[in-house]
């Protein structure tokens, strides 16, 4: 039951960091903001069907959350880039 909480919680919690950052990070390689946010949240469907298929794989619960925390490090690391 804890691996369900943790894995559909912080899925989303990771995706949501990622779908920021990737948003955020876009308009640097020359797309226009408002393109940048619906492409982002278009492809937040996919993060987060990336992270639950990745994550019902993992045989520990230890594994998934660190997997879970680098993948919404991530996100937070494109979030906090300088935007052009």
Same mark, same amino acid.
């Given at each position: 039951?804890?691996?369900?909480?943790?894995?559909?919680?912080?899925?989303?919690? $990771? $995706?949501? /960091?990622?779908?920021?950052?990737? =948003?955020? $990070?876009?308009?640097?390689?020359?797309? $226009?903001?408002?393109? =940048?946010?619906?492409?982002?949240?278009?492809?937040?469907?996919?993060?987060?069907?990336?992270?639950?298929?990745?994550?019902?794989?993992?045989?520990?619960?230890?594994?998934?959350?660190?997997?879970? /925390?680098?993948?919404?490090?991530?996100?937070?690391?494109?979030?906090? /880039?300088?935007? =052009?």
């Amino acid at each position: 039951m804890l691996y369900l909480l943790v894995l559909i919680v912080g899925g989303y919690a $990771a $995706a949501l /960091t990622l779908v920021a950052g990737f =948003a955020r $990070a876009l308009p640097v390689l020359g797309l $226009a903001r408002s393109e =940048a946010v619906v492409l982002a949240s278009m492809c937040g469907f996919l993060f987060y069907l990336a992270l639950l298929i990745w994550g019902t794989a993992q045989p520990r619960i230890s594994r998934l959350a660190l997997g879970l /925390t680098m993948a919404g490090g991530l996100g937070l690391a494109l979030l906090l /880039t300088k935007a =052009a």
